[in-house]
């Protein structure tokens, strides 16, 4: 298997980024809002899944452990909270009124920041995990030739000659 390094350097720094991002909001959940508080409006059950499937989610990103899939799962997450929460508001909105010195209000945030990370997902079910990282070491090791495997009998014989053999 030929390595790309650009490409594989790239779907690295990705999955690191996009695991960091998610891994802080599932934790913020899990410790500061309970894990299952953090939005009144869904059952504590969405709650808990999403906390933790972000946290497991962004671990399996960090380690490329099931990346694609890992992917998947967070941008559906990301697709529910653009359904959810966000959707009803513009793409970008105004986070600073108008005559407020008060800094961002949270409150009024679109869902471009929801569409980035579906973005960015989106990307790395493409790329897969690349050579940095565990399904890469998996797929060889699952997929390598090993000594004293058997032999197919119905496979036909090498055509290929011993080095210095004449015909």
Request: charged share 15%; net charge positive; with cysteine.
């Amino acid at each position: 298997m030929k390595l790309n390094w650009s490409n594989d350097l790239a779907s690295a720094v990705l999955r690191l980024t996009l695991a960091v991002i998610i891994f802080s909001h599932g934790y913020f959940k899990l410790t500061i809002m309970e894990g299952s508080k953090w939005a009144p409006d869904l059952s504590p059950a969405v709650n808990i899944l999403v906390t933790w499937g972000e946290l497991i989610g962004a671990v399996a990103l960090a380690v490329g452990l099931l990346t694609r899939l890992a992917a998947l799962g967070l941008a559906v997450i990301q697709l529910g909270a653009i359904a959810l929460v966000t959707g009803s508001m513009e793409f970008i909105r105004d986070m600073i009124p108008l005559g407020s010195h008060r800094g961002f209000d949270y409150g009024r945030i679109g869902f471009e920041y929801n569409f980035a990370l579906i973005a960015m997902c989106v990307c790395l079910i493409l790329l897969g995990g690349g050579a940095l990282s565990l399904d890469h070491l998996l797929r060889r090791w699952l997929f390598s030739p090993r000594e004293g495997a058997a032999v197919n009998p119905a496979a036909p014989p090498s055509t290929a000659q011993p080095v210095g053999a004449v015909r």
